[in-house]
């Protein structure tokens, strides 16, 4: 699952566009992913969408980085299995995933592609 690009409001995963934000997991691209109170993040966004068994969640918080991700959603994220959790702009949480990607890491990413 590589990002191959990424700019404001698209990004291209193994060669198909999306244009809405996604979550991408070790099975596939979960596409037109969003949050009930859309630019902050909430553990139920994630709930039944990744499995909280991994190494590494990277969130996205956009092109600005506008989405806000509160401290108690990474703690509950702790809690819930996932050993590591990055929050940065989209564009630099695009790049460590594919580095994390290409080391081998279980690594999964959610993505909010504007703001």
Same mark, same amino acid.
Do not use: Q
């Given at each position: 699952?590589?990002?191959?690009?990424?700019?404001?409001?698209?990004?291209?995963?193994?060669?198909?566009?999306?244009?809405?934000?996604?979550?991408?997991?070790?099975?596939?691209?979960?596409?037109?992913?969003?949050?009930?109170?859309?630019?902050?993040?909430?553990?139920?966004?994630?709930?039944?969408?990744?499995?909280?068994?991994?190494?590494?969640?990277?969130?996205?918080?956009?092109?600005?980085? $506008?989405? =806000?991700?509160?401290? @108690?959603?990474? /703690?509950?994220?702790?809690?819930?299995?996932? #050993?590591? !959790? $990055?929050? =940065?702009?989209?564009? @630099?949480?695009? /790049?460590?995933?594919?580095?994390?990607?290409? #080391?081998? !890491?279980?690594?999964?990413?959610?993505?909010?592609?504007?703001?």
């Amino acid at each position: 699952m590589m990002i191959e690009k990424y700019s404001f409001g698209r990004i291209i995963i193994n060669g198909k566009e999306y244009r809405k934000d996604v979550i991408i997991t070790t099975e596939g691209v979960l596409p037109n992913w969003w949050r009930k109170k859309g630019h902050r993040l909430s553990i139920e966004d994630l709930e039944g969408r990744i499995n909280f068994d991994l190494d590494v969640l990277i969130i996205g918080t956009g092109y600005y980085g $506008i989405m =806000k991700v509160p401290n @108690e959603v990474i /703690e509950e994220l702790k809690k819930r299995g996932v #050993k590591e !959790v $990055i929050v =940065k702009k989209t564009k @630099e949480a695009c /790049e460590i995933f594919n580095e994390l990607l290409n #080391k081998g !890491v279980k690594v999964v990413a959610a993505l909010h592609l504007t703001c």
